[in-house]
């Protein structure tokens, strides 16, 4: 298991404290792999974007209106987190659902 997160980010902490198998993947120092970014895409589209950061605030217009995935390999940070990949599945969040699912609930 895989978790991809800012280690600044206190809901990536709780989720790797309680998924503690789980490896962790700072996404500002390392990102995403190209092909774990299209799946999680795929699955969530626009709502793999944290349109509330600060990240996406700062950013002009222009910027905001660029191919979401090309947002996410440029800004690593306007991803909404944690992304957790087990196996083939990949769940975006830490709600109650996702941790039921991942039976730590």
Not at 48 to 56: A, E, F, G, I
Not at 69 to 87: A, C, Q
Request: aromatic share 6%; hydrophobic share 40%; charged share 25%.
């Amino acid at each position: 298991m895989v978790l991809y997160g800012l280690k600044t980010c206190d809901t990536c902490r709780k989720a790797l404290k309680k998924l503690n198998e789980a490896r962790f993947v700072d996404v500002r120092s390392e990102g995403v792999p190209p092909d774990v970014m299209s799946a999680a895409f795929d699955l969530y589209g626009q709502a793999l974007l944290n349109t509330r950061s600060t990240t996406w605030r700062g950013l002009p217009d222009a910027e905001r209106a660029r191919p979401p995935l090309d947002l996410l390999r440029d800004h690593p940070t306007l991803m909404k987190r944690p992304l957790i990949v087990s196996e083939e599945r990949i769940f975006l969040g830490w709600t109650a659902d996702v941790q039921n699912t991942l039976g730590v609930a």
